[in-house]
Structure formats: structure tokens, C-alpha cells
């Protein structure tokens, strides 16, 4: 079953949503930064920290391929600096093409994982691997908030829901 992240959205935060481009991937020097986290607080329940990891082909500053071995080598260096700095285990969130060309090369079973596909649900593309959210969809509408929002689900039971929300702060 799904719980609407819509209808729970109202009791919890996140301590961020970070985008990859700050990986070394994203730059052209041999050595890889360090990675700038802000210096933020984590609230009691918020949600993990949120590693963005996805292709962006508009970018003018990112590299067109990317080799799977070195990006994820990138991604777990980043997502260790993320857990050492903000003392939660984060999150990655992916498109499902991602998933495929780079990061079903290497393994990230100790991450929850946060899918996007709004086309079709994970289970078609994604096949069986496990995740904890998915993005089913990215023009979605909400009363009382203006303008397009992406709506998302959590993969389980308002019980495991309530478990996962209690295990963020151990």
C-alpha cells in the first residue's frame, strides 16, 4: 500500500535536498572537492538529507557521459560526507534511466532509495528493487499551494510509515 506523502507532508522536514553537481563528475578537476554541506541544524523526525543524483543534459557546467565506475565512487564519497555531517543515513533520488546506465552498477541497498517516474510505476522500469519513495508525478496540484508540485508516495503501510519516521532519529 501507499501513504500519500500529500496527506503527511505537514509533519515532517528534510535537512536538504542536495544536487550531485557538486560531485567531481560535475567538474572538470582530477581531484574530487570536497563537498560544501550547509551548516544546518537536523530537527527531531526531519527527514534524511537528500542526495539528487540524475542526468541533466541542459547543463552547460556537467559532463555529457559519465563513467559509472568514477561517478559512483563520486556518489558514496559525497553520501559519507552527508552522513558524517548531518548524523543521518541519506536518502538518494534518482530517475530510473540513472538507476540503469549508473547506479545499478554498484551497491546502494543501505540507502533508501527515491525513484522518479512519472510515466510508469517503478515496477516496470525499475524492476524489483527495493525503494522507500517514488515520484509519480511532477505537475501536480494541492490546495492551498500555488503553482505545479511534484507528488510522491511511500512505499508502505501507515505502520512502517510510522516506524520509519521513528528510526530517523536513532
Not at 552498477?105 to 525503494?131: I, L
Not at 492551498?144 to 510522491?152: A, F, L, M, Q
Request: proline share 7%; net charge negative; with cysteine.
Amino acid at each position: 500500500s501507499f501513504i500519500r506523502s500529500t496527506i503527511e507532508v505537514r509533519q515532517f522536514s528534510f535537512c536538504g535536498f542536495f544536487a550531485a553537481r557538486s560531485l567531481s563528475t560535475a567538474s572538470t578537476s582530477t581531484d574530487p572537492p570536497e563537498p560544501e554541506l550547509p551548516l544546518v541544524g537536523v530537527e527531531a523526525g526531519a527527514l534524511p538529507p537528500v542526495l539528487d543524483v540524475e542526468s541533466d543534459s541542459e547543463s552547460k557546467t556537467c559532463r555529457k557521459y559519465l563513467e559509472p565506475r568514477q561517478t559512483n565512487a563520486d556518489i558514496k564519497m559525497m553520501l559519507r560526507h552527508m552522513e558524517q555531517h548531518f548524523g543521518k543515513k541519506p536518502i538518494i533520488y534518482t530517475s530510473v534511466d540513472f538507476y540503469q546506465a549508473i547506479l545499478s552498477q554498484d551497491d546502494y541497498s543501505e540507502y533508501p532509495m527515491w525513484v522518479r517516474s512519472t510515466k510508469y510505476h517503478p515496477s516496470v522500469k525499475y524492476g524489483g528493487q527495493p525503494w522507500a519513495f517514488w515520484q509519480y508525478q511532477a505537475d501536480g496540484r494541492i490546495p492551498g499551494i500555488v503553482g505545479k508540485v511534484d507528488r510522491n508516495a511511500f512505499y508502505g503501510s501507515h505502520e512502517e510509515w510510522s516506524k520509519f519516521l521513528a528510526s530517523l532519529d536513532k
